[in-house]
């Protein structure tokens, strides 16, 4: 059953920016952080940022370059993707954290993923 729905990937050069945003039921925004999760073709699914109602935090990758948002009156989540790079290139998933936001650091912390959508970056 998929919880989460991805919207807003697609091709980008290097350089440019994009934003994908995840919609779910309203009992996980009003209850849990949010998170974007990603993964690259032959590679494992790793931790990109998490949102809570009291701030966020970032993987190392792509602090200063992503910014998560989120809309509780929309039950929508954001990932704003600035100077993207090829290695941004990956499938992208939204998914309510089990842990609270400060303490994520990659998918066992979180559930009710989405199917997916893919973010391409051409060099």
């Known amino acids: 059953q998929v919880e989460m729905v991805e919207s807003g990937g697609g091709l980008v050069q290097a350089g440019g920016y994009l934003r994908i945003c995840c919609g779910g039921?309203?009992?996980?925004?009003?209850?849990?952080?949010m998170g974007w999760l990603r993964q690259g073709r032959g590679k494992e699914r790793e931790f990109v940022a998490a949102?809570?109602?009291?701030?966020?935090r970032y993987a190392d990758s792509v602090k200063g370059r992503f910014t998560i948002s989120r809309d509780d009156a929309k039950n929508t989540v954001y990932l704003q993707m600035n100077s993207l790079k090829s290695e941004d290139t990956a499938v992208y998933y939204c998914?309510?954290?089990?842990?609270?936001?400060?303490?994520?650091?990659?998918?066992?912390?979180?559930?009710?993923w989405g199917q997916g959508t893919q973010v391409t970056v051409s060099s």
């Open positions: 949102i809570g109602w009291s701030g966020g």
């Open positions: 039921f309203e009992s996980y925004f009003s209850n849990y952080a």
């Open positions: 998914a309510a954290a089990r842990t609270p936001w400060r303490e994520v650091t990659g998918p066992p912390d979180f559930g009710s």
